[in-house]
């Protein structure tokens, strides 16, 4: 009986954009989530990108960290800062940040909103 042939796969996965969710707490103690992606010059082996995500990410990570749950909080605002640093116009096509949101339904999260609106 033949059985399927499997496929060789010859080199790494190369891409040319990745992402992860990061979890911070703004300068106020609230707790936020975000999508932070990269989106590279061109494609560049998984590991490699796995790299630069991180790198990336912490930069995000630090800017909304430096952020206040009480000011508004836009993710655009966010991603357009993050673009116009020479770091990431040199390393990287765009640096995204989406899905910016205050976690939980705790005291914090009824704050944040209460300001929001």
């Known amino acids: 009986m033949a059985r399927p042939v499997g496929f060789w796969i010859f080199g790494e996965k190369r891409v040319e ?19 932070v992606t990269v989106h590279l010059n061109e494609a560049i082996p998984q590991r490699q990108a796995d790299d630069v995500l991180e790198h990336f990410a912490t930069i995000a990570m630090e800017a909304l960290q430096a952020q206040t749950a ?48």
């Open 17 to 35: 954009f990745t992402s992860r969710v990061v979890d911070v707490y703004t300068r106020d103690g609230v707790p936020m989530r975000a999508k």
């Open 70 to 117: 009480g000011a508004a909080l836009d993710e655009r605002v966010l991603t357009a800062e993050l673009n116009a640093r020479r770091e990431v116009r040199r390393a990287l096509r765009r640096l995204e940040v989406t899905g910016l949101h205050v976690v939980g339904s705790g005291k914090h999260a009824i704050a944040a909103r209460r300001r929001d609106h």
